[in-house]
């Protein structure tokens, strides 16, 4: 089984930041990418920001320049850096964890529970 904990969300003020963490756990053989979506209330599920197993990173262009994903491989943890945030982030942030179970096994996505993020104007 694996396991993605989140933890970072809360009540800030617009301007101001917040940091998302994302830890995998469990049964893991390999990490691909690891990377936060956002859902807002009435919107499709949206991609934030990834970070890839290779180093590179993408972002959604209503991010970019003020949020920066991260990872720590040896804990197997992805964090999302969001700063000048602005009411329109408010949503709830899923992280999202391609990896592979065994050697025998594909790779597949794997979601956390979600964490609320809301920014007051």
């Known amino acids: 089984q694996v396991h993605l904990v989140e933890s970072g969300g809360g009540l800030v003020q617009a301007g101001g930041s917040l940091r998302l963490s994302c830890a995998a756990s469990?049964?893991?053989?390999?990490?691909?990418?690891m990377g936060w979506y956002r859902q807002a209330p009435g919107k499709q599920r949206e991609l934030v920001a990834v970070?890839?197993?290779?180093?590179?990173?993408n972002y959604a262009d209503s991010v970019k320049g003020r949020f920066t994903v991260s990872r720590d491989n040896a804990k197997n943890t992805v964090y999302l850096q969001m700063n000048s945030l602005k009411p329109e982030d408010t949503a709830v942030y899923y992280c999202?964890?391609?990896?592979?179970?065994?050697?025998?096994?594909?790779?597949?996505?794997?979601w956390g529970q979600g964490t609320q993020v809301t920014v007051s104007s």
């Open positions: 970070a890839t197993s290779g180093g590179g990173t």
């Open positions: 999202n964890v391609d990896l592979r179970t065994s050697i025998r096994t594909v790779s597949r996505d794997y």
């Open positions: 469990g049964t893991i053989y390999s990490i691909n990418a």
